[in-house]
């Protein structure tokens, strides 16, 4: 069984449901965010640039680099592109606070780094997909238009992700009231698409799940490392270091596999990357983000008994 010919089918009415479910994603962020988050440039240059430097041009890159070693499946290799091209998660937030890092920072990024996606995700999964010299053949079967895509994506996520700010500054209160119950039903509900729409072609995503573990561990730890790297570079302060870590290394997979069934046709390999990557993101941040507290605890404790 080929990975890179199992196409996920979705009805139209389906379509149309999946696409409100994006977008309701993308208003639960919205109302989370306020417009000082954008603020981070002009507060914290630096940081800023070097996170957004490290997503938008040195992930993507790096992920086509590495699909190139691993020599995986056209769609596979094509799932691992669109994941590095997706906005931030929030889940980084969450992350840098069990971290101990600066968590102030970590949402002014996640706010910025959302509304840049509008424009440079559909640029870049069309720059780093098109010069893939597998996955250049997907994309020619779906006819990806990145300008399409990205009217798209601005009509489809770029609108309620402005709602939901618009909310958050004239209506505080109630955004504060309905911006958990959105996020989590539009999680949800993106989940029950994906496991009833992977369901009929499970012995196919099992066949391929040794492959997609390890380009996923793989690629999450590649991710991680840059934006530690990144924050090395411009000698942040552990507290930075740790929010630009997580911004850099932890993606929204859950989109990914919104789009992936919107606009990619369902295609199999892409679906199983963006589904593990969701999962596998979660639990290295974790871990990484509670030896990381560990640490730093450990050191402060030395330094106040010194």
């Given at each position: 069984?080929?990975?890179?010919?199992?196409?996920?089918?979705?009805?139209?009415?389906?379509?149309?449901?999946?696409?409100?479910?994006?977008?309701?994603?993308?208003?639960?962020?919205?109302?989370?965010?306020?417009?000082?988050?954008?603020?981070?440039?002009?507060?914290?240059?630096?940081?800023?640039?070097?996170?957004?430097?490290?997503?938008?041009?040195?992930?993507?890159?790096?992920t086509f680099g590495l699909?190139?070693?691993?020599?995986?499946?056209?769609?596979?290799?094509?799932?691992?592109?669109?994941?590095?091209?997706?906005?931030?998660?929030?889940?980084?937030?969450?992350?840098?606070?069990?971290?101990?890092?600066?968590?102030?920072?970590?949402?002014?990024?996640?706010?910025?780094?959302?509304?840049?996606?509008?424009?440079?995700?559909?640029?870049?999964?069309?720059?780093?997909?098109?010069?893939?010299?597998?996955?250049?053949?997907?994309?020619?079967?779906?006819?990806?238009?990145?300008?399409?895509?990205?009217?798209?994506?601005?009509?489809?996520?770029?609108?309620?992700?402005?709602?939901?700010?618009?909310?958050?500054?004239?209506?505080?209160?109630?955004?504060?009231?309905?911006?958990?119950?959105?996020?989590?039903?539009?999680?949800?509900?993106?989940?029950?698409?994906?496991?009833?729409?992977?369901?009929?072609?499970?012995?196919?995503?099992?066949?391929?799940?040794?492959?997609?573990?390890?380009?996923?561990f793989l690629h999450d730890?590649?991710?991680?490392?840059?934006?530690?790297?990144?924050?090395?570079?411009?000698?942040?302060?552990?507290?930075?270091?740790?929010?630009?870590?997580?911004?850099?290394?932890?993606?929204?997979?859950?989109?990914?596999?919104?789009?992936?069934?919107?606009?990619?046709?369902?295609?199999?390999?892409?679906?199983v990357v963006a589904g593990?990557?969701?999962?596998?993101?979660?639990?290295?941040?974790?871990?990484?983000?509670?030896?990381?507290?560990?640490?730093?605890?450990?050191?402060?404790?030395?330094?106040?008994?010194?």
């Amino acid at each position: 069984m080929n990975i890179d010919e199992v196409v996920v089918n979705f009805s139209p009415g389906s379509l149309v449901a999946l696409n409100v479910v994006l977008a309701l994603i993308m208003l639960g962020i919205a109302l989370d965010t306020s417009p000082a988050d954008f603020r981070v440039l002009r507060r914290a240059p630096r940081a800023a640039v070097l996170a957004l430097l490290a997503q938008v041009v040195l992930l993507p890159a790096v992920t086509f680099g590495l699909t190139l070693l691993l020599g995986v499946q056209a769609s596979i290799a094509l799932g691992m592109i669109l994941v590095a091209s997706c906005p931030p998660g929030n889940v980084s937030q969450i992350l840098t606070y069990r971290a101990g890092g600066n968590v102030a920072l970590s949402v002014s990024l996640t706010a910025v780094g959302n509304a840049l996606y509008l424009v440079v995700m559909p640029l870049n999964i069309a720059l780093w997909g098109g010069l893939h010299p597998t996955g250049r053949e997907i994309l020619a079967q779906v006819s990806l238009d990145p300008v399409a895509m990205m009217v798209d994506i601005v009509v489809i996520i770029g609108l309620p992700f402005a709602a939901g700010l618009l909310v958050r500054t004239r209506w505080p209160s109630l955004a504060a009231r309905v911006h958990r119950p959105v996020h989590v039903i539009s999680i949800l509900a993106l989940v029950g698409f994906v496991v009833a729409a992977l369901a009929g072609n499970f012995a196919v995503f099992v066949a391929w799940v040794g492959v997609v573990l390890v380009a996923v561990f793989l690629h999450d730890a590649v991710a991680l490392g840059l934006g530690y790297l990144a924050g090395r570079a411009g000698r942040l302060a552990t507290r930075e270091l740790k929010a630009v870590t997580f911004e850099v290394g932890i993606r929204n997979a859950a989109l990914g596999l919104g789009l992936v069934m919107t606009f990619f046709g369902g295609i199999g390999g892409m679906a199983v990357v963006a589904g593990w990557w969701g999962v596998w993101d979660i639990i290295a941040g974790l871990t990484l983000a509670t030896v990381w507290a560990r640490r730093t605890r450990a050191r402060e404790r030395q330094e106040v008994a010194a």
